[in-house]
């Protein structure tokens, strides 16, 4: 199976940024995309980013203040968030579409544990 790892999620001002990572591991034969989303208390979980190919696309509420870039040598997904704002804390989840072998019937969706990003006014 395929592994996520986050970090750096963390305690900001508003005004701020932080960046965010996630790697994938383990048998990632193929990555079609990769992305995060966020969950914020009481909220259903909302994309924020996703990168496939060299194609990104961003919710309305981050668009020109967050940033997706990807590594392939590295499987890693990076989130570079600035002005952040207090409405952007949420527990960060990275996600990865992809596949373990050859097979198109391995192709699934795995979630990283998830970051807090705290955005104080």
């Known amino acids: 199976q395929a592994q996520l790892v986050e970090s750096g999620g963390g305690w900001v001002q508003a005004g701020g940024s932080l960046r965010l990572s996630c790697g994938a591991s383990g048998r990632t034969f193929s990555i079609n995309a990769m992305g995060w989303y966020r969950q914020a208390p009481g909220k259903q979980r909302e994309l924020v980013a996703r990168i496939t190919g060299g194609s990104t696309n961003y919710a309305d509420s981050v668009k020109g203040r967050f940033t997706i870039s990807g590594d392939n040598a590295k499987n890693t997904v990076y989130l570079q968030m600035n002005s952040l704002k207090p409405e952007d804390t949420a527990v960060y989840y990275c996600?990865?579409?992809?596949?373990?072998?050859?097979?198109?019937?391995?192709?699934?969706?795995?979630w990283g544990q998830g970051t807090q990003v705290t955005v104080s006014s």
């Open positions: 996600y990865a579409d992809l596949r373990t072998s050859s097979s198109w019937l391995s192709r699934s969706n795995y």
